[in-house]
């Protein structure tokens, strides 16, 4: 009896992991590409201490991601709900969080998104991170703001309809943002020059999202366009990936719907790498240009190496019960 419990148990972990809400993101792949590009836009002053810490920065840009598993208030932090902050008066959304919060309430932001009031948040504690000069804040900060500028940069973080739940298009997420970007990321032109100081960031980190909201409906339209028209028996292949045998779309249909958007995908990524870097840079220069050179060579806290160990320990443990 207490093994069917354990087993039933498990068996709804597994499925949360794998079907809970809102869990979509650029896929780990995106996420670590983004975080390694935008370290090669820094300048001197700069790109020595993240060059160095390039392997970590990119690594952990999904640990926002695995997060969401374990912190109930960490979805949220990921996504937008146009419909219910209502598009058609967009420049009326509060960009402040205080004037949010006493406008739609807080249960009310947590359960339609938060991700850029939480963007400005973490560039925030960035700032102050590299004002008191603390490397392994430097790094956990670099490599969680780079995960919520990228998810911002993302049409289908921008609607209630993220998955084509409601379109019958399910699946649409992973589609865009990691089947796309694994087969064609490598080939993507990801210069976009030195970062740029950005004088009011939030203004910067609202645009990015409005124009995630305005090519929304293109992503959910093309696609259903493509699908129309495209042979159904090769809109779909299967790969094997390491034991598994999974369905997935097919390159014909990625490559016809990259083609329909217009390298959309490409542009959000490279977007989301040049805003990165130019947020980072503005963190650095606001708290002063404290000498990260003296930090390069600085070995992590042993507190910082404990938490690391003991988030890796438990996202095994959530890997391997999805394995089995």
Known sequence: MKKNILLISLAILVLLILFGPKVWS???YGHRKINEMAVFTLPPGMIGFYKKHISFISKHAVDADRRRFSDPEESCRHYFDSEFYDLQSFDSVPTRWEDAVAK???DSLRKHGIVPWHILHTFYRLTFAFRENKPDLILHYSSDLGHYVADAHVPLHTTRNYNGQFSNQEGIHAFWESRIPELYAESYDYFCGRASYIDNPSKVIWSALKASILASDSVLLFEAKLNST????????YETKGSKIQRNYSEAYSYSYQKMLG????RR???SVRVLGGLWYTAWVNAGQPDLQIL???????SFKKAISQQELEWKRLDSLDSH
């Open 296 to 302: 390069e060579n600085q070995t992590y806290s042993d």
């Open 104 to 106: 739609y309430g807080i």
């Open 263 to 266: 390298n959309m995908i490409e």
């Open 269 to 271: 990524m490279i977007e």
């Open 230 to 237: 495209f042979p159904s028996d090769l809109k779909y292949s």
């Open 26 to 28: 650029w896929g780990f």
